[in-house]
């Protein structure tokens, strides 16, 4: 017969694990597998291309190119064509423009983002208003919704995620050197312009693969916060780029378990545990002093 | 025994450039040899920093040319054997988050392939300049929590580690206290005698460069005078730009 303490000990074993089965349950439904995917691909896309627009003070460019991309999702809805490929192509067309305009050097930076992020809002508002019946899925678009990840979004995410990541890390000394000092790059006869192209071009295409999870209004915070948070601890530019990577899939990952079971709109609980961790990250203390009293420099 | 001459490593002929109405260069021309040190000396507004982004081939002139290694520059193939170290606000990096290696690396980028570079060869090459530099210690540290001076320890090793011909400068000590000068100049004409490097740096402290360089080029829109230092300071219109200067006492 068994004692009352065994008893007690093999009823709290079971409530422990039908509680961690419960947990898990997300994954029996599909569409939070897809989810899942579509998730950690974004996780790692966002801050791996984020980071260099940080650092080139372009924060800014992700909020920018996500209000030009629901100009692109309204052309979508419009034309009937699909939605994350349009946007695509919309926001890639777009950061072309910027990038032209911004070499010119007539206009401040942020001026041309106010330019065409205001452009891209009033694109969208126009078209949406117009067509009568387009907006259904507009919410969804804005805030981000699991529920909507198709398994065609699936393989345009994974192989445009891919090719995004692939080519950053391959450029990344390239992509280090011109965010570092872009004037002495050039005087190096490195491609300058071409580089910066191809990075505005990576970052409109991250933005439009994760208008899903995250939606239009919260990508440039995912883009952005995970980086922000991972600079506090004080580590060079790898460092800060691997745990930025890190940050971002714990905001991803908690963000979609916490909106499934406690449904709510998954890009803005993922954007706001990022805000949580990068609260955090401000009580970190790195510790590295500076070093005083030395002779700079010694002729051997 | 046949004695090596040296040859010009970058010829100004006849350059003009003025930002809108306002001129600021007119007519220069001049040469310089390989291995040369030279200082471009002149008062604040006086063409120098646009005198180098001429000759690096970030501002295009209004007339005149500028040839490096014998091409013009902006047909300049292996732009990497010119190395930069710009003028530059310490906020300008504030917050970066930068090794010294990583940014000592950096210098590396434009001189390797992008398939099949020679990471051993790159990494030997950021050894060595840290070395040169004298900031192995540092190598870890962020750049933002260096001081001015140790900072420009780093500019110079990542111009080093591209291993150029060519090192040209941008008033290099600014914010930096007047002993970490001379040793930041004793420092210069050290790589510039064990590596034949060319060396142009641009400064308005006179007092600097007339006790450092070999050879100073003073403009003041036009060139005012040209040649070996002494030459220099002791010409009339150098005289007239600055006033009689002590070392000539």
Redesign the interface.
């Known amino acids: 017969m068994m004692s009352y303490t065994a008893r007690h000990s093999a009823s709290s074993t079971e409530r422990i694990r039908g509680n961690i089965n419960s947990m898990f349950t997300l994954f029996h439904y599909d569409f939070m597998v897809r989810a899942f995917i579509a998730g950690g691909i974004i996780g790692i896309l966002a801050p791996v291309v984020g980071i260099f627009l940080v650092v080139k003070r372009y924060s800014l460019m992700a909020d920018t190119l996500a209000h030009i991309s629901l100009a692109g999702l309204a052309i979508s809805a419009l034309l009937k064509t699909p939605p994350v490929i349009t946007a695509a192509a919309t926001t890639l067309l777009a950061s072309l423009g910027i990038e032209r305009l911004r070499a010119t050097r007539k206009l401040f930076g942020e001026s041309i983002l106010a330019l065409f992020l205001t452009g891209g809002l009033a694109v969208a508002v126009v078209i949406l208003s117009a067509a009568k019946g387009l907006s259904g899925n507009l919410l969804s678009y804005l805030f981000g919704s699991i529920t909507t990840v198709s398994r065609l979004d699936i393989w345009i995410i994974s192989t445009l995620g891919i090719v995004v990541i692939g080519t950053t890390l391959f450029l990344y000394r390239q992509f280090f050197a011109i965010a570092f000092d872009e004037d002495v790059a050039r005087a190096q006869g490195m491609p300058v312009a071409k580089l910066n192209m191809l990075l505005i071009m990576m970052a409109a295409v991250s933005v439009s693969l994760a208008l899903r999870i995250v939606g239009v209004l919260l990508i440039g915070a995912l883009m952005v916060i995970p980086v922000l948070a991972s600079m506090q601890f004080g580590f060079g530019f790898k460092k800060t780029t691997v745990l930025a990577v890190i940050l971002s899939l714990i905001s991803v990952v908690a963000g979609l378990w916490i909106s499934f079971y406690l449904n709510f709109a998954s890009g803005g609980t993922i954007v706001l545990i990022a805000l949580l961790i990068f609260l955090g990250s401000l009580f970190v203390h790195p510790g590295t002093p500076r070093m005083v009293g030395k002779t700079y420099f010694h002729v051997h | 025994m046949q004695v090596k001459h040296p040859q010009p490593i970058i010829e100004v002929q006849g350059l003009n450039f003025s930002y809108g109405a306002h001129p600021i260069l007119k007519d220069i021309s001049f040469t310089i040899e390989e291995g040369d040190y030279v200082a471009v000396l002149g008062p604040n507004g006086g063409g120098k920093s646009t005198l180098l982004k001429i000759i690096?081939?970030?501002l295009d002139p209004e007339q005149g040319s500028v040839r490096v290694f014998g091409e013009g520059i902006k047909k300049?193939r292996?732009?990497?054997r010119?190395?930069?170290?710009?003028q530059r606000a310490a906020q300008e990096?504030a917050?970066?988050?930068?090794?010294v290696?990583?940014?000592v690396?950096?210098g590396t980028?434009?001189?390797?392939p992008?398939i099949g570079r020679t990471q051993a060869s790159s990494q030997k090459a950021v050894r060595i300049a840290l070395s040169t530099a004298?900031i192995g210690q540092?190598a870890?540290?962020?750049v933002y929590?260096?001081?001015g001076?140790?900072r420009?320890?780093v500019y110079i090793a990542?111009a080093l580690a591209?291993q150029p011909k060519i090192l040209?400068l941008d008033e290099p000590t600014a914010g930096?206290d007047v002993e970490?000068q001379q040793?930041?100049y004793?420092?210069l004409?050290?790589i510039n005698k064990d590596f034949g490097l060319t060396i142009l740096f641009a400064s308005h402290d006179i007092d600097v460069i007339t006790h450092q360089a070999d050879t100073v080029l003073c403009i003041n829109q036009r060139l005012v005078s040209h040649g070996s230092t002494d030459d220099v300071v002791h010409s009339a219109a150098f005289r007239q730009l600055y006033g009689a200067h002590p070392r000539q006492h």
């Open positions: 690096l081939g970030l300049l292996h732009r990497e010119i190395s930069y170290v710009p990096e917050q970066f988050p930068a090794t290696a990583e940014v690396a950096s980028v434009a001189g390797s992008l004298d540092f870890d540290r962020l929590n260096l001081s001076g140790e420009q320890r990542r591209g040209v930096v970490a040793h930041f004793r420092f004409k050290q």
